[in-house]
């Protein structure tokens, strides 16, 4: 298997522009996490998927981001519109099983955003 | 509730010498532990981890780590720093229904 993949790796742009960031998990794991990494707050958990349904979203800082997973392949993290503070390392993870199994987590490469 | 302490933020190393990444933790119930690196540019990648096994874990790259219960402690070792093990290393707890709750991290420097 690939991997976590992640895309883009690297994002510029403007505030207030409408970021979109996308991620496949691995191919059967069914639960799925958006982290976000800053020097100042270190790794964040943004939200968790499991089976494709939102079980915990009370690490989305404000109503500006949003994620969705459609499908057991593909997830997405908005950000719209997006402002300076929102400059981070975006990652993506999935692990087999629930949050709860204690499984090992695997990391995508992150997406860096910057955001001017 | 779950928290952890990386007790150093830094550790700097000369190649051939052991290493020491200590980490503490909090948790209410019988927790699993992870440790985790991150490599410059990269996602965080799973050196070892405690499930109430063996206390002794060994991990990747002669990575290993001693869960002790009554020092609530699970502190990273290896023998021989290489190079290659320059990086961010983080400790992790979780267990039951509790999320995943990562320390601030260690960065380990490798000297020549």
Same mark, same amino acid.
């Given at each position: #298997? /690939?991997?976590?993949?992640?895309?883009?790796?690297?994002?510029?742009?403007?505030? @207030?522009?409408?970021?979109?960031?996308?991620?496949?998990?691995? *191919? @059967?794991?069914? +639960? !799925?996490?958006?982290?976000?990494?800053?020097?100042?707050? @270190? $790794?964040?958990? $943004?939200?968790?998927?499991?089976?494709?349904?939102?079980? #915990?979203? *009370?690490?989305?800082?404000?109503?500006?981001?949003? /994620?969705?997973?459609?499908?057991? *392949?593909?997830?997405?993290?908005?950000?719209?519109? *997006?402002?300076?503070?929102?400059? /981070?390392?975006?990652?993506?993870? +999935?692990? !087999?099983?629930?949050?709860?199994? @204690?499984?090992? $987590? &695997? &990391?995508?490469?992150?997406?860096? !955003?910057?955001? $001017? | 509730?779950? %928290?952890?302490?990386?007790?150093?933020?830094?550790? %700097?190393?000369?190649?051939?010498?052991?290493?020491?990444?200590?980490?503490?933790?909090?948790?209410?119930?019988?927790?699993?532990?992870?440790?985790?690196?991150?490599?410059?540019?990269?996602?965080?990648? =799973?050196?070892?981890?405690?499930?109430?096994?063996?206390?002794?874990?060994?991990?990747?790259?002669?990575?290993?780590?001693?869960?002790?219960?009554?020092?609530?402690?699970?502190?990273?070792?290896?023998?021989?720093?290489?190079?290659?093990?320059?990086?961010?290393?983080?400790?992790?707890?979780?267990?039951?229904?509790?999320?995943?709750?990562?320390?601030?991290?260690?960065? =380990?420097?490798?000297?020549?």
């Amino acid at each position: #298997d /690939a991997g976590v993949i992640q895309s883009p790796r690297h994002e510029v742009t403007e505030m @207030g522009q409408e970021v979109t960031l996308r991620c496949k998990p691995i *191919s @059967g794991h069914n +639960s !799925l996490f958006w982290y976000r990494q800053t020097m100042m707050r @270190g $790794l964040e958990l $943004l939200i968790y998927f499991n089976n494709n349904v939102p079980i #915990d979203d *009370s690490g989305m800082p404000e109503d500006r981001f949003s /994620a969705k997973m459609p499908n057991a *392949s593909f997830s997405t993290l908005k950000i719209q519109p *997006s402002e300076p503070r929102d400059s /981070a390392v975006y990652f993506c993870a +999935s692990i !087999l099983g629930p949050r709860e199994s @204690g499984g090992e $987590l &695997f &990391f995508g490469e992150g997406s860096r !955003l910057t955001v $001017l | 509730a779950q %928290s952890v302490t990386q007790l150093d933020s830094h550790v %700097s190393v000369s190649e051939g010498t052991p290493v020491l990444l200590r980490c503490n933790y909090s948790s209410s119930y019988s927790p699993s532990l992870f440790w985790y690196v991150q490599h410059p540019n990269k996602g965080l990648q =799973l050196l070892l981890k405690y499930t109430s096994a063996a206390t002794l874990v060994k991990g990747i790259n002669g990575f290993e780590a001693e869960f002790k219960k009554s020092e609530t402690s699970f502190h990273l070792t290896k023998p021989s720093a290489h190079m290659s093990d320059a990086a961010e290393y983080f400790c992790v707890v979780g267990g039951g229904f509790q999320k995943l709750v990562f320390g601030t991290g260690t960065r =380990l420097l490798v000297s020549p």
